[in-house]
């Protein structure tokens, strides 16, 4: 298996200047998308009732990716680097936007779920590059010490630059845009949500496409990494809020969150060759992309799974 996963450090993405600068402007456009549903009052929530915001933050921020390095580290004999850094780079993001529909769908609690999405999505400028930069460094020594193979330095201040740049600029801009033209924000924000979804779905046919055959003789192996992963990250949820006593639909929002991550994000930060320099990874990350773009297909598919089981059983008082 771990041969054969070798074979996606062949996969390359190449847009050019141009597709690059179309790359920026859509990763900028769905990130002031998201901003839009961003309300400054969620923020003063968080401190009326904050034991399930709190929670839940600290499950996404830490819980995922200590979880995330460790199933890695258990991986390590089957997977190859590349792939165990696109796991830990999902778990870094923040949760995605579709994650309060399904929330909803499974009768969970919506205004805990808006709140979350919010708050990993304002600080994911920062929050991002930091947790790859950890735990993807920490996990770079372990293997090298066990396999006697060079360590990767990730670079921090680089991808931090970038990521505030290219993150951080059109997420005020939208706080900004959804206080200042409250009418304007209701009419464009779901047209700017689902213009999201369309552009993930065009950038993953854009990533494989390339690389077609590759894909395809990996993606038996990928499929059940990313389907392990991600049942993970949804146990990591439940359990963390069982753990916690929170109440049920609390555990579903928390489940649906933290199993939800905007893979889209940590998709086009790996097309950005200012993030994820050539001359550092040697053009050989076709095992992130990969896993990064099938986890955004899969997580979609397991959380409407989860929403079902959830609606069938009724809430406990």
Sequence with gaps: MKEQLESLNALTINFGGGGMLIV??????????????????????VFRKPKSVITGVLLQWIGLPFVTFLVALALNPLITPMVALGMILVASCPGGNISNFISSLSKGNIELSVSMTAITTAFAPIVTPLNFFVWGNLYSHIISIRNDIPVLVIPFMPMLEQILLLLGVPIVLGLLFAKYFPNATKKITKPAQIMSILLFIVMVIASVSQNFEIIVNNIFYIFFIVLLHN???????????????????????????????????????????????PEIWHGHYGGMLIVTAWWGIWHIISGLTMAYFFRRKPLAE
Excluded: H, W
Aim: contains cysteine.
């Design 231 to 277: 049942a993970c990250a949804l146990g990591t949820g439940y359990f963390g809020g069982k753990l916690m006593k929170l109440p049920i639909k609390d555990c579903r929002s928390l489940t649906i969150e933290v199993g939800i991550q905007n893979s889209g994000l940590g998709l086009v930060l790996l097309f950005n060759p200012a993030i994820f320099p």
């Design 24 to 45: 920026n402007i859509i990763l900028a456009f769905v990130m002031f998308g998201v901003a839009l549903g961003i309300k400054t009052q969620t923020f003063k929530d």
